[in-house]
């Protein structure tokens, strides 16, 4: 259901999460807080213009996604030259000078493996719309891959999203979904120093007090 979900957003076209400029916390954070890192991860990329600020700011990026028509997308918009290569159940696009990987599949599945196949040795997250654009469950899975897949020291740039619904309900509405400060807490706080940087009322349809929060995570 959740695969199924997000093909057929980017098979309809149906991608209002995507943004044609660089993100503005990136532009405004991005060069300080990353100036120690080399090699960025963006988990849930989609096809994102910030994978090049990355690439302009001389950092080599790893993305995974989960739709072949975005990662497509991201090279040819671009255009970027790439090569492919077939990874167990992963097809990878490499940019022919190697800095620009984006992994096509299930960032659930990924692994410690397929990292050290393509020698991406990460020490950067960069996260808008990822952990946002999973309800609960997922969420908690997500957070404990990242966990899996990166214990070394590294620095976790998180924009999240937080509303209120107009009308009492347990049911969770999103994407995007709303992920309260406490929530991040409970997620991270065990293997990161959590610095919430800036918090920005956004307008939103059919919720209230809506806005969007950047954390710093450092170990
Ligand atoms: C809300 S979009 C955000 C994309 C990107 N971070 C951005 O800022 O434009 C979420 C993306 O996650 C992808 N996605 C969802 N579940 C995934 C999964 N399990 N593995 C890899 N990608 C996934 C979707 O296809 C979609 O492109």
């Not at 090699?39 to 001389?58: A, E, M, Q, R, S």
């Not at 028509?69 to 159940?89: G, H, R, T, V, W």
Request: hydrophobic letters at 40%; aromatic letters at 18%; a negative charge.
């Amino acid at each position: 259901m959740h695969r199924d979900f997000w093909l057929e957003r980017w098979k309809k076209k149906e991608i209002g999460f995507h943004q044609e400029n660089y993100n503005e916390y990136l532009i405004q954070y991005g060069e300080e807080f990353f100036k120690s890192c080399n090699f960025i991860f963006v988990p849930l990329c989609g096809k994102t213009k910030d994978i090049l600020w990355f690439y302009h700011n001389k950092k080599k990026v790893a993305g995974i996604e989960l739709s072949e028509i975005a990662c497509k997308e991201f090279f040819i918009e671009n255009q970027i030259s790439y090569n492919l290569i077939y990874y167990n159940d992963f097809i990878v696009y490499v940019s022919i000078d190697k800095k620009i990987i984006i992994i096509n599949g299930d960032f659930f599945q990924l692994n410690k493996e397929l990292f050290e196949y393509f020698e991406i040795h990460i020490d950067g997250i960069y996260d808008r719309a990822s952990l946002i654009a999973l309800p609960s469950d997922l969420r908690k899975k997500y957070v404990e891959k990242i966990f899996e897949l990166f214990d070394d020291k590294i620095k976790y740039f998180l924009i999240t999203m937080e509303y209120e619904p107009l009308e009492n309900s347990d049911k969770e509405i999103g994407p995007p979904f709303s992920v309260p400060e406490k929530e991040i807490k409970i997620l991270f706080q065990d293997k990161f120093k959590l610095n919430k940087v800036k918090e920005k009322p956004i307008e939103r349809n059919n919720v209230k007090n809506c806005k969007e929060v950047l954390y710093f995570l450092e170990k």
